[in-house]
């Protein structure tokens, strides 16, 4: 019923692991059952690939996107095996769209939470926190600077299908995005050792109903010294134990509910 | 000035990456500067390995151990490689004593903040838990039923060091834990997409002054029902977007700072 996988759809699919690959195509490898329904729910799907040894709920997930005029091509095992860089592969792949933003065009005056990542460099944690921005209700989430592929694979399957539901807006420099976000009167906050501000001083949580950027630097080094000096406000997310800090996704996690509490 | 790794030590170094090997002998590998760092600050270093070629400020650490009296032995780039479970080995290697403690020993009358997760299967998952409740002053972690080994190489850097710097319970079941916690009068609550209370409900927070466990469950399939049900409280950490849930270690970070910051 499926088409068989062709060596060469295989070896372009392969290709798709390369960042240089994805962005040339605009494709990219959906991996397991939960993200290729969100790129199905986004119609966002060029085709699929399922193991053919598959049964249950994925095969039936298979043929709903069949049903939907998506081209489903059936591979051996081993092949899914050599497509997936997940060490656990779930027997489907869809291969999607890249979905593509422009900043000006998902953070504007309507804006009311937003995510802005400067040179974050795990996809694990960039793919947390998307589907964090995701379940948070943010505007968009930015990658500035250098940042990782949001669609590398170990993001996409991180971001638990999130990628395909809050806009991403990548390739943009840090400055661009604090003078767009300055030029709309966002708030642009970040935690900062130094902060002179306790994140859970009662005038910062009340001023958190006004509309939010929360800018997070690299994992290793944080924020460059200048961007954070550009922003309005550095607060303290205070540590209680031992711990020298916070897992960057954990500190987004935080800031963006603590934000959320303070407008219920 | 280092002594020579010997092949033998080499070998059962390796073999500590087995988790029986790691419980029989009670010593599990801390790897990278920050863990080992921490494993010197708790005085549960055993030996050191660096790599030959390394210099600067982890043959700097490594010095400083042998100052302490710590035996540090020197290997190859390509020995470090071998024994180090990471893509990015870091140069250097702490063999640790694994720091055991009993649920009734560390959680107690004075405890006030304590994390339960049942059957964990994540490491990182659980190491970055682990880091985020030493960050937020809790008084334990306990891994009831079937979870991850918390000194998994994986899990012990998702912990930046905080394995050593908060105690982690393991090998009890979620049952015992449930009676331990009811003695003591320590409030149990979960999270739930069935909750009765939202997480941010006045009453609930104001509750959050009183000693209370947060019970998380496991990554695909939550907390087993009977579980839920035998917890004093089940709340719902809400979620505005599209996304079907939160990372487990996202919660637990969300409720971990939400109860500091009702008692702030």
Not at 41 to 51: A, D, M, R, T
Request: one cysteine or more; proline letters at 4%.
């Amino acid at each position: 019923m499926f088409e068989p996988l062709s060596l060469g759809l295989s070896k372009r699919v392969r290709k798709l692991q390369q960042k240089r690959e994805r962005e040339a195509t605009g494709l990219f490898v959906a991996e397991g059952p939960g993200a290729v329904v969100a790129a199905v729910k986004n119609g966002e799907l060029e085709f699929v690939i399922v193991g053919e040894d598959v049964v249950g709920p994925v095969r039936g997930l298979a043929e709903h996107a069949s049903g939907y005029g998506i081209t489903v091509y059936e591979a051996t095992s081993t092949a899914i095996e050599q497509l997936s860089e997940s060490r656990t592969p779930q027997g489907i792949l869809g291969i999607a769209r890249r979905p593509q933003f422009e900043l000006a065009q998902v953070v504007d005056k309507s804006s009311s939470l937003v995510v802005v990542l400067e040179e974050a460099r795990d996809p694990g944690n960039v793919g947390t926190i998307i589907r964090t921005a995701d379940a948070a209700g943010a505007d968009a989430v930015v990658l500035a600077g250098e940042s990782v592929d949001p669609f590398n694979a170990k993001a996409v399957r991180s971001s638990a299908g999130s990628v395909f539901n809050i806009p991403v807006v990548t390739d943009v420099s840090t400055s661009a995005v604090v003078d767009h976000l300055g030029s709309l009167s966002i708030k642009t906050v970040a935690t900062s050792l130094t902060g002179d501000t306790d994140l859970y001083d009662s005038e910062f949580l009340h001023s958190l109903q006004d509309p939010v950027a929360w800018f997070f630097g690299n994992e290793a080094h944080g924020l460059s010294k200048e961007v954070e000096a550009a922003l309005n406000q550095r607060v303290l997310l205070p540590i209680y134990g031992q711990a020298e800090s916070l897992n960057l996704a954990i500190s987004t996690g935080i800031c963006l509910y603590t934000t959320l509490q303070a407008r219920s």
